[in-house]
C-alpha cells in the first residue's frame, strides 16, 4: 500500500543527525521530492557555506536560509533538510508549522560527534576544541529542537534506510501529512 505525502516534511537537528541521509532514504521511500536547504543556498551564491560565513557572516547566512526555506515550503510536498541552525529562527518555526510539519531527528551528542568529528566542512566547528564546541552547540539547540512537531530518537544501531522507516511510522501518526493511497 502507498503512502501520499500532504505536507512537506522539515527535517531539523544538529548537524550529524542525518538530515540528509535520512531525508533521501526518506523521499525514496515516499517518492517525493527532496531538498537540502543548505544545498540550495550554496547553489545561489555559488560559495560554500563556509565560504559565505567567512565572506558575509553568520547573520547574512542565516536571512538567506530564512529566504530559501520559505521558497522551498511553497513547492510540491516533499523531504526538506534543513540546516543545523535553521530551527532556531521564528521565523523559519512559524513557516515550517504553517506549510510543513517539522520533525526532529534527536542524536545525542556522542553519536554526533563520531558523525562529524573527521569531516572538515563544517564551519562552526571550526574552533581550537571543535568537541566543546558540538558540546555547547547541542546544548543551545536541544530547546529549539524539543518544539519540533513530532520526533525520532536516533540510534547509532539505525542504519539509515531504518532511520527513515522510524520517521515513517511517526509521520503515520499524523494524518494531515502522510496517508495511505
Known amino acids: 500500500m502507498g503512502m501520499r505525502l500532504k505536507k512537506t516534511v522539515a527535517l531539523v537537528g544538529l548537524m550529524g543527525a542525518g538530515k540528509t541521509a535520512v531525508g533521501q532514504a526518506l523521499a525514496r521511500k515516499l517518492q517525493v521530492p527532496f531538498v537540502d ?10 560559495m560554500t557555506i563556509a565560504e559565505i560565513f567567512e565572506r558575509d557572516g553568520e ?3 542565516r536571512r538567506k536560509e530564512s ?3 520559505a521558497r522551498l515550503l511553497q513547492g510540491p ?3 526538506l533538510s534543513t540546516g543545523g541552525g535553521a530551527f532556531l529562527s521564528d521565523r523559519n518555526r512559524r513557516e515550517i508549522s504553517r506549510y510543513g510539519v517539522s520533525v526532529w531527528l534527536n542524536a545525542d551528542l556522542d553519536l554526533l560527534w563520531n558523525r562529524v568529528r573527521h569531516k572538515d566542512t563544517r564551519p562552526l566547528l571550526r574552533t581550537a576544541n571543535p568537541y566543546a564546541t558540538l558540546s555547547n552547540l547541542y546544548h543551545q ?3 529549539f529542537y524539543a518544539r519540533a512537531d513530532l520526533a525520532v530518537k536516533a540510534e547509532p544501531r539505525y542504519s539509515i534506510d531504518e532511520m527513515a522507516e522510524a ?4 509521520l503515520e501518526t499524523r494524518p494531515d501529512v502522510l496517508e495511505a493511497k
Open 59 to 61: 547573520a547574512f547566512f
Open 37 to 46: 536547504s543548505d544545498a540550495e543556498i550554496v547553489k545561489a551564491a555559488n
Open 67 to 69: 529566504q530559501v526555506i
Open 77 to 79: 510536498p516533499g523531504i
Open 167 to 170: 520517521v515513517v511510522r511517526v
Open 141 to 143: 539547540r536541544r530547546p
